[in-house]
Nanobody, 120 residues
Framework: QVRFVESGGGLVQPGGSLRLSCVVS????????MAWYRQSPGKQRELVAE?????????????DLGDSLEGRFTISRDNIRNTVYLQMNNLEPDDTAVYYC????????WGQGTQVTVSS
């Protein structure tokens, strides 16, 4: 069973930065496409960014916000440490959510997530 342990969240002011980490317990991590997801209160969980095993990245575009995360967020991975990262810059209040990592597409079990709160 794949397990995910997320960390790195916190309270940050608008315009601030955070770096999230997720350690993944899986035998062949380097072959697995990974992604970050987030869930805000009252909303469904949504895809934030994804990365293939060899490092090709894709970022979400939120039509209702007119916001593409590419340029503000950077997903990366370390295939030696079985870890996926999400560097988040220029954070906005709409980025407030619990952030989760999982495979892409996701498997059924989720980690506890890490809370990101953007507020002044």
């Amino acid at each position: 069973q794949v397990r995910f342990v997320e960390s790195g969240g916190g309270l940050v002011q608008p315009g601030g930065s955070l770096r999230l980490s997720c350690v993944v317990s899986v035998t062949v991590f380097r072959l697995v496409a990974m992604a970050w997801y987030r869930q805000s209160p009252g909303k469904q969980r949504e895809l934030v960014a994804e990365i293939t095993g060899d490092g090709i990245t894709t970022y979400a575009y939120f039509l209702d916000l007119g916001d593409s995360l590419e340029g503000r967020f950077t997903i990366s991975r370390d295939n030696i440490r079985n870890t996926v990262y999400l560097q988040m810059n220029n954070l906005e209040p709409d980025d407030t959510a619990v952030y989760y990592c999982n495979t892409r597409p996701p498997v059924g079990n989720w980690g506890q997530g890490t809370q990101v709160t953007v507020s002044s």
